[in-house]
């Protein structure tokens, strides 16, 4: 049995939210390679959570703000994944990022700014080969809504605007979305900084 998503709902589990990114159809490596077009990753050994903010602490701590962007990653069954790390959120959610789907690709994204309350969390997009398939707000206390729609995802539209409470258990359940929980808060996964300048 996997974790699920459920879990990273309140109280959320990581210190100013979270950006996690999954795939199928490419692995975990090639999902991180994907995420920052035009630069290779440094991939680095496995580290803990812990361990990796310690490590962007340090590559940032003599410049004037705090830019690398790292990732640890892995894999639940057919699902690659990425956690993002630093200031993940102008290189991870960006809206231009359908490419990293393509040649046949799901991807899968979710994000939570908790520093922007304006913000309504989670957000979520699924693109397929280079497509937005779905993008929408998934706020329990303010729903906002399904932004675009396509395919055949009316579906899961109807059910989450039939229960805006039930919101990551629709979607772990739609998309077979997971992540492992006690690898990501306690145990080691493989890293990479993404963005170094």
Known sequence: MTDGLQWLE???PLPGGYCAVFARGIDSEELVRRLAPGTEPRFMGPRTHEAFEDDLFQLDRSKPVDETVGVRYGSVGDLSFVIGYGPWQETLSRF???EISHGGAHTYE???MAEHPNVPPPHFRYHHDGVYEVMCDLNDD????????????????????ADKRRSMEILEQRFGLALPK????????????????
């Open 182 to 197: 006690e690898a990501i808060l306690t145990g080691e996964l493989p890293a990479a900084i993404i963005k170094d300048a």
């Open 110 to 112: 979710l994000y939570f």
């Open 96 to 98: 231009d990022t359908p």
């Open 10 to 12: 309140d109280p959320v």
């Open 142 to 161: 303010d729903w906002v809504g399904v932004v675009d729609v396509l395919g055949d995802n009316a579906g899961l539209v109807a059910a989450l605007e």
